[in-house]
């Protein structure tokens, strides 16, 4: 299976199959407080049995083309990871999110993972449109969106019921000509 370097850090992007159930579950139970403050992301997977069924779920959409999902090791440990929460290549639209315990906070694993969907998802699938959605409360992932380049084209108003509140949810999006208008800018300022 693939590996990609996320860079000299020893980060890699790797599949995260239903045969990682164990190391999925570890890595969540130890971040579960710090990853459902907005979301609830695993929520299902308290125990390996629902490990593997959150996988599974990820590898079915993967097998039907309509999303899959991403482990980010950092040093050959599971600390965290990027989706296609949705996939739609018929409308050439789709969700990618992520989720990353606070041991690997703050070092750009997120947003470098996240470049590697998109350039896949404009390059190699010949999507047009790429959506991140978060709670507006989410700086760092707010921050991930505006990193990427990514505009923000609205907000859905206290639509995300969670923890006994409701959260604002903002949407922002990158189209496949910005986005490639961007990597060729950043590939002309680096030589």
Avoid at 68 to 93: R, Y
Wanted: proline share 4%; with cysteine.
């Amino acid at each position: 299976m693939y590996a990609i370097s996320l860079g000299d850090d020893g980060a890699e992007l790797r599949p995260l199959e239903p045969w990682h159930a164990e190391e999925f579950l570890a890595h969540l139970d130890r971040g579960r407080e710090f990853i459902n403050r907005h979301i609830p992301f695993g929520m299902n997977a308290q125990d390996v049995e629902g490990a593997r069924a959150v996988l599974q779920a990820y590898a079915d959409k993967r097998a039907t083309d309509r999303g899959s999902i991403h482990g980010v090791w950092l040093d050959g440990k599971l600390v965290g990871g990027v989706l296609f929460f949705a996939f739609d290549a018929a409308t050439g639209n789709c969700e990618i999110g992520c989720w990353l315990e606070p041991a690997a906070a703050g070092r750009g694993l997120i947003t470098r993972a996240s470049r590697v969907l998109i350039d896949w998802a404009f390059g190699e699938r010949g999507m047009h449109r790429v959506e991140w959605h978060a709670a507006s409360e989410n700086t760092p992932s707010v921050n991930v969106a505006r990193r990427l380049g990514m505009t923000r084209e609205g907000v859905l108003r206290q639509s995300y019921p969670w923890r006994g509140g409701r959260q604002d949810y903002e949407i922002w999006a990158v189209l496949a000509p910005e986005w490639q208008d961007a990597r060729a800018r950043a590939a002309h300022s680096d030589h």
